[in-house]
């Protein structure tokens, strides 16, 4: 699986449908699912999708589907029920039923929707590649941040899962006066809880990654840079770049207005390429033509995609993602966890322990990550960023450890 986001307006769904369409013409069963409401992929497939977040992906091309999540809300129908218990609960403790309603809504239920449909699509077994068109990268960190928060907070209210020692046990809740919940409440929480998991599993498994689109100009470059920060610190793989929409040159001795734009833009343009190469060092670079049209349709699509090098091509994740997501290793005194966080500093990292948990920031961007059962008996002793990576030391607490 490969997801495709950027920055506004630098070509992402274009970019992803002639990918899709790419490894399709070389025979992989492939859809193309797009999680932005904008509706824009079947612009650019120039297919109407509307109508397929309910009936399912339509063929474009013998080997290619495509598919518009529709953003119906999942947990509407079951979520009622610990909607109701919630709100009746914060009633009870004399919260304004408005205010009581703000907070007992669930956050993100379309993204959440999208990512199901998105979970089901790979679980079918039906596709080589599924090629996933997210939003501008504001939202689409903010949904790719979801399953691992929501199932954390979920997490808290079953008993016997983790975190829970501190979660409202009935004897408090009927010594506080609240109403106790029913089954039903545990069946929903915990299917949820279940559902979360599974999309986080699929999102962060090895067999697939994130490939960041842009253009060369500063503005989209900087972003792009902190996107990858941030898709690190949620455990996702980032395994290529793509440059669009990249000038031709102006031709030599050429004067004039027109020229005089053209060659100031392909200056700026070439020094954005470099600080691409430099800050996405160890990634693959792909550059594509500003075509003289809009790619719109399959062949124009295909007419783009022909215009990449390979590696622009492949359907696999690419080796550059080896060292993606977090290593827990021993050492001498104890224990290491690493997590790679390029193009940071250790001023922009913030870190907290909080009893079997490390809460992670940077920037806007927060993570907590339950510890490994063995670390929740070591004390943390060092930390530093080094090299794009954060490395926390731990040595076991002897009053932890048995002897
Ligand atoms: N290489 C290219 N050459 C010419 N036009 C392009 C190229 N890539 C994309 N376009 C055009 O640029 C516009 C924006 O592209 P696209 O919709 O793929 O961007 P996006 O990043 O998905 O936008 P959004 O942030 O709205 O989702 C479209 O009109 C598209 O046809
Ligand atoms: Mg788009």
């Not at 050429?254 to 343009?269: F, I, K, M, T, Y």
Request: with cysteine; aromatic share 4%.
């Amino acid at each position: 699986m490969l997801l495709f986001t950027g920055k506004g307006g630098v070509g992402k769904t274009t970019t992803a449908a002639a990918v899709a369409l790419a490894n399709a013409r070389r025979g992989a069963a492939t859809l193309v699912l797009s999680t932005d409401a904008a509706h824009s992929l079947g612009d650019a497939l120039d297919r109407d999708l509307s109508a397929s977040g309910s009936t399912g992906p339509v063929s474009i091309e013998p080997c290619l589907h495509a598919l518009q999540a529709s953003g119906r809300a999942h947990f509407d129908g079951s979520w009622t029920i610990v909607h109701d218990y919630l709100a009746s609960t914060l009633s009870s403790l004399g919260v304004d039923p408005l205010v009581a309603e703000e907070m007992t809504s669930l956050p993100g239920s379309e993204e959440i929707a999208a990512l199901l449909e998105v979970r089901d699509q790979v679980r079918s077994g039906r596709w080589d590649l599924v090629i996933v068109d997210c939003a501008p990268t504001a939202e689409t960190l903010r949904m790719l941040a979801l399953p691992e928060s929501i199932a954390w907070h979920l997490g808290r209210m079953i008993p016997g899962t983790v975190g829970l020692r501190r979660a409202a046990r009935p004897a408090a809740a009927a010594a506080l006066g609240i109403p106790l919940p029913d089954v039903r409440f545990l069946e929903v929480i915990r299917a949820a809880y279940e559902d979360m998991l599974g999309v986080h599993e699929i999102l962060a498994s090895p067999r697939a990654s994130v490939r960041l689109v842009m253009t060369p100009e500063a503005v989209v470059i900087a972003e792009s840079r902190r996107t990858w920060t941030s898709l690190s610190l949620y455990g996702y793989a980032v395994d290529a770049v793509y440059v669009n929409k990249v000038l031709p040159p102006s031709a030599a001795g050429e004067a004039g207005a027109a020229a005089d734009w053209l060659a100031s833009w392909n200056r700026a343009q070439t020094a954005g390429i470099a600080e691409v190469s430099q800050s996405f060092d160890g990634l693959p670079v792909i550059r594509a033509p500003y075509l003289p049209q809009e790619p719109v349709g399959p062949d124009a699509l295909a007419g783009l995609a022909a215009a990449w090098q390979d590696e622009a091509l492949t359907g696999h994740v690419l080796d550059a993602v080896a060292t993606r997501t977090m290593r827990v290793d021993r050492t001498t005194e104890g224990y290491t966890l690493a997590l790679p966080l390029p193009l940071t500093t250790a001023r922009e990292v913030g870190l907290q322990r909080r009893e079997d948990e490390l809460v992670l920031t940077v920037g806007d961007h927060r993570r907590i990550v339950t510890l490994p059962a063995v670390l929740t008996r070591c004390t943390v002793v060092s930390a530093r960023v080094r090299s794009g990576a954060l490395t926390v030391g731990f040595v076991p607490d002897p009053a932890q450890w048995p002897r």
